[in-house]
């Protein structure tokens, strides 16, 4: 599906096409086919709104996992047993302002704004609104994820409620 992109040939065209897809495959709850647009070394970040640059190794994030937990993070959410995701939630999310912010080799650095609406049986519509900063490889199979940091704008998560599904 996705084109094989040269460090010179990358648009944003290109980008924004991309993460139309992965946001169609979330909302779709096709995360076997969202886990094909990761690098094996993947990284996905939900850090502290005060500190969206800290280190997860040395600040608590709400979510910080490598590749290994995105995988078990799948399986648990497939799984009929997830209380917080049986029924899957329905969401739709929305993407826009995507920049390409740098290229340094095969690694584009991309940022973007989103906004994600969750919807629940018997639960009030909870909105989910920030700022992706991506690290993009650019792999013989195209463009994959290779860290994700999700910034939500939020000032606290309490009315929010669960991010037990992928921001």
Same mark, same amino acid.
């Given at each position: 599906?996705?084109?094989? /992109?040269?460090?010179?040939?990358?648009?944003?065209?290109?980008?924004?096409?991309?993460?139309?897809?992965?946001? +169609?495959?979330?909302?779709?709850?096709?995360?076997? =086919?969202?886990?094909?647009?990761?690098? =094996? +070394?993947?990284?996905?970040?939900?850090?502290?709104?005060?500190?969206?640059? *800290?280190?997860?190794?040395?600040?608590?994030?709400? @979510? *910080?996992?490598?590749?290994?937990?995105?995988?078990?993070? &799948?399986?648990?959410?497939?799984?009929?047993?997830?209380?917080?995701?049986?029924?899957?939630?329905?969401?739709?999310?929305?993407?826009?302002?995507?920049? &390409?912010?740098?290229? +340094?080799?095969?690694?584009?650095? @991309?940022?973007?704004?989103?906004?994600?609406?969750?919807?629940?049986?018997?639960?009030? /519509?909870?909105?989910? @609104?920030?700022?992706?900063?991506?690290?993009?490889?650019?792999?013989?199979?195209?463009?994959?994820?290779?860290?994700?940091? *999700?910034?939500?704008?939020?000032?606290?998560?309490?009315?929010?409620?669960?991010?037990?599904?992928?921001?």
């Amino acid at each position: 599906m996705n084109a094989p /992109v040269t460090p010179g040939a990358v648009t944003r065209g290109e980008i924004e096409d991309f993460l139309y897809h992965e946001a +169609d495959l979330l909302d779709r709850w096709k995360l076997d =086919d969202w886990l094909k647009l990761l690098t =094996d +070394d993947a990284s996905y970040y939900v850090p502290p709104n005060d500190k969206p640059d *800290a280190d997860h190794r040395y600040t608590l994030f709400t @979510v *910080a996992d490598d590749i290994v937990r995105l995988r078990e993070r &799948i399986i648990r959410l497939k799984d009929p047993n997830c209380h917080a995701e049986f029924p899957p939630s329905r969401t739709r999310r929305m993407i826009s302002n995507v920049r &390409i912010d740098g290229i +340094d080799g095969d690694l584009v650095e @991309v940022s973007a704004n989103f906004a994600i609406f969750r919807h629940r049986r018997n639960e009030p /519509v909870r909105q989910f @609104v920030g700022r992706y900063r991506h690290k993009l490889k650019l792999t013989d199979e195209g463009l994959k994820f290779y860290e994700r940091r *999700a910034i939500l704008d939020a000032e606290e998560l309490g009315p929010m409620g669960s991010v037990s599904f992928l921001l």
